[in-house]
């Protein structure tokens, strides 16, 4: 089946420093979206992204999928100690939501 | 609106015991999923139920099972319970859209440990 792999696994950044975190298919995707779980809580839905190249923006995220739609990333400009927590990527269709093993975010003030 | 409730919040078994985790979906919600995420790794997909019945399940054994309920509530089934089995039990619930998996909500999970 599909997967996904997201580099790095783990990120240690200095508060104010910018943060990205890649999800990569060798597959094209119908569409892929991002969640986000802090540190002993749920996964929480960030966005989904669906067309080829599509570019979207909340606040200091900015979500990018690929031209071919095989990748996708998040960047966060200027970290806060509030980023912290591991950011998924999911493949996204018509079948149940494949989660790539995330990305995890420290912030260090 | 209520979110995902999930229940119990932790439970605590042994070695060749059941466990059953009960989940509730949002209302207005068809579709129920079922993943496990162990200490330190990723979201591993379960089950997915839609409409009362099972749509797809992931690369789990036998002994992992669960059912839809008329009311969309959902329950899963972990018989003859081993020491690996010990995770944090995530459920989720979505519309079900024509052609896409919509956005998931998930619950707080149930913490299974077996000991």
């Known amino acids: 089946g599909q997967q996904v792999m997201q580099i790095p696994q783990y990120q240690h950044v200095q508060e104010g420093e910018d943060f990205t975190t890649y999800c990569n298919s060798s597959t094209t995707l119908s569409n892929i979206q991002w969640y986000k779980q802090r540190p002993g809580g749920h996964p929480v839905f960030l966005i989904q992204l669906v067309k080829s190249g599509e570019v979207k923006k909340q606040k200091r995220l900015t979500f990018q999928f690929g031209e071919a739609k095989k990748n996708s990333s998040l960047h966060i400009t200027a970290t806060q100690t509030t980023d912290v927590g591991t950011y998924f990527c999911?493949?996204?269709?018509?079948?149940?939501?494949?989660f790539g093993k995330g990305t995890r975010l420290s912030v260090i003030a | 609106e209520a979110g995902v409730t999930q229940s119990p919040t932790h439970l605590i078994k042994t070695r060749g015991q059941q466990a059953t985790l009960r989940c509730s979906p949002i209302s207005g919600h068809t579709s129920v999923y079922w993943y496990q995420q162990a200490l330190g790794l990723g979201l591993q997909f379960l089950l997915w139920?839609?409409?009362?019945?099972?749509?797809n399940r992931g690369n789990f054994p036998p002994r992992f099972s669960g059912r839809q309920f008329p009311n969309y509530s959902s329950e899963l089934n972990v018989n003859a319970l081993e020491l690996e089995d010990s995770a944090l039990y995530l459920c989720?619930?979505?519309?079900?859209?024509?052609?896409?998996?919509?956005?998931?909500?998930f619950g707080e999970g149930s913490r299974l440990t077996v000991l």
């Open positions: 999911t493949l996204s269709g018509n079948t149940p939501l494949v």
């Open positions: 989720a619930s979505s519309r079900r859209l024509a052609g896409n998996t919509g956005e998931l909500f």
């Open positions: 139920y839609d409409e009362g019945e099972e749509r």
